[in-house]
């Protein structure tokens, strides 16, 4: 048979990716420890915020800080008239009778009340908490309302943009980001997330929304269980109402018509790269997955990556490890964003991965490849395989790739297949297309 013949480095890939997971496992206890986090404030600046320490403990509200003797502030909120009630929550479905289930202020909220929440307050130091919880007798779904009541508006506008940074980097376990939106109208500021939780016969979501509104941060959630991701409109239509109740003490009320615009919630961390939670659900992996920065390599025989001749403006690569579960070294992802300066340079580089991987089986003798599927959206465009290398020992080694550009931008996807531990076609193809979704913010 022509063509050469290539095993994959499976021992030094394994070696490499086990120091990856090393290194992934020491940034997720330093993010653990509260170490500073940069985070979207106002209209998309960046700023560099703490992240109010780590202490899970509740910290000084209303009438137990130095802040309550503010008279401005010391009567903002200060009862549960203004939140959420069983009428407003219609909106979040018309069968059945939702009711309110549990109220609860700074001294009895609950650790954890909504997705992804990392601590009991967003503001540690702010005037006052409020969470409540509904539920609706007949469809079973759940909602619940988190205000959280800072001193002042520039305070509470950090606030904000620490739940946001939670909602994007959120690691809780099982738990996929699966679709995102900016809102307009609602509040100041705000934004929608729809987290999808490992799937059954139904998948349950989680769609949250978070608004800022003068000195309150309010969060509401409505949880269900659904075929598809729902739409937002419910959630917004209830944030709405919601925050003009609140905003009618705290200030800062939104102007026109509720929107919501279909836009993934920032990774600044990793810019260009995927977040944590855009990754994808497997049923064996109950820990949340963690990035740690790689060495970019030439793929695994297939795709003959040359990056020195084709010569991108920059690029990089971030390997996703799940360092805490029980699972083999090799085990990951490795996601390459290359930036190139034209929009053509990067579909050449794209069309001539896709012609490596195509031509595989008569180039490199041991290799099997199986076409996946074609992506294709309005703004991104690529292909996907399944490859197969035999060693001729019994070993076999199996990668899903993907190719896929969009405007001057080439990402290039890598997924180990092992035992028990795979992907669907679509599954790996629309984690492609997020990734090169994330890659518009690689500069």
């Given amino acids: 048979m022509a063509g050469s013949h290539r095993a994959p480095r499976g021992g030094g890939r394994a070696a490499a990716r086990e120091a990856r997971r090393q290194q992934a496992r020491k940034r997720n206890q330093t993010i653990a420890a509260g170490v500073a986090v940069v985070v979207l404030v106002g209209g998309g ?3 560099a915020l703490n992240a109010f320490g780590g202490d899970d403990k509740a910290g ?7 802040s309550d003797d503010k008279p401005t502030n010391s009567d903002v909120l200060t009862d549960d008239k203004a939140l959420l009630d069983a009428v407003g929550a219609k909106t979040l479905g018309a069968t059945g009778t939702w009711a309110v289930t549990k109220t609860a202020d700074g001294d009895s909220a609950p650790d ?68 995102g939106y900016v ?22 979501y989680r769609t949250v929304a978070v608004t800022l509104a003068g000195q309150a941060t309010m969060v509401v959630e409505h949880d ?15 944030a709405n109402a919601a925050a ?12 026109g018509a509720p929107l919501a615009k279909p836009a993934l919630l920032p990774n600044v961390d990793t810019p260009g790269f995927m977040a944590s ?41 971030v390997t996703y490890v799940t360092p805490e579960a029980q699972v083999p070294t090799e085990f990951g992802m490795d996601d390459t964003v290359a930036k190139f300066a034209t929009a ?48 001729g020992d019994g070993k076999k080694f199996v990668y899903r790739i993907g190719i896929a550009g969009s405007g001057n931008r080439a990402v290039y996807l890598l997924f180990p297949v092992l035992k028990n531990l795979d992907l669907t076609d679509a599954t790996f193809n629309e984690t492609l297309i997020r990734a090169v979704d994330r890659s518009a913010a690689y500069k």
């Avoid at 809102?183 to 929608?192: A, R």
């Avoid at 949340?288 to 001749?309: F, N, Q, Y």
């Fill in 60 to 66: 000084p509200k209303a009438g137990s800080g130095p």
């Fill in 277 to 317: 939670v855009d990754l994808p659900l497997l049923d064996e992996i109950d820990k949340p997955w963690v990035s740690a920065t790689a060495s970019t390599g030439t793929g695994t025989g297939c795709e003959k990556i040359d990056l020195k001749k084709t010569k991108p403006v920059k690029y990089g690569t």
């Fill in 224 to 238: 269900t269980t659904a075929a598809t991701p729902p739409r937002p409109d419910a959630v917004l239509a209830t």
């Fill in 45 to 47: 600046g960046v700023a």
């Fill in 112 to 179: 954890s009340a909504f997705a992804c929440q990392l601590q009991r307050f967003a503001d540690p130091s702010g005037l006052r908490t409020w969470v409540r919880t509904l539920q609706n007798s007949a469809t079973k779904d759940t909602a619940v309302q988190y205000v959280d009541v800072s001193n002042d508006k520039a305070t509470a506008a950090k606030t904000y943009s620490t739940v946001v940074h939670w909602l994007s980097q959120c690691t809780t376990p099982q738990t996929r980001l699966s679709a």
């Fill in 344 to 391: 053509a340079a990067a579909s050449t580089f794209v069309s001539q991965v896709k012609k490596n991987v195509d031509a595989c089986e008569k180039n490199v003798s041991n290799a099997k490849v199986e076409s996946t599927g074609t992506v294709k959206t309005s703004t991104v465009s690529g292909k996907s395989w399944k490859a197969t290398y035999d060693t």
């Fill in 244 to 255: 003009k109740k609140i905003c009618a003490q705290t200030g800062g009320c939104g102007t």
């Fill in 183 to 204: 809102t307009s109208g609602v509040g100041e500021q705000g934004v929608i997330a729809v987290f999808a939780q490992l799937p059954g016969s139904k998948t349950k």
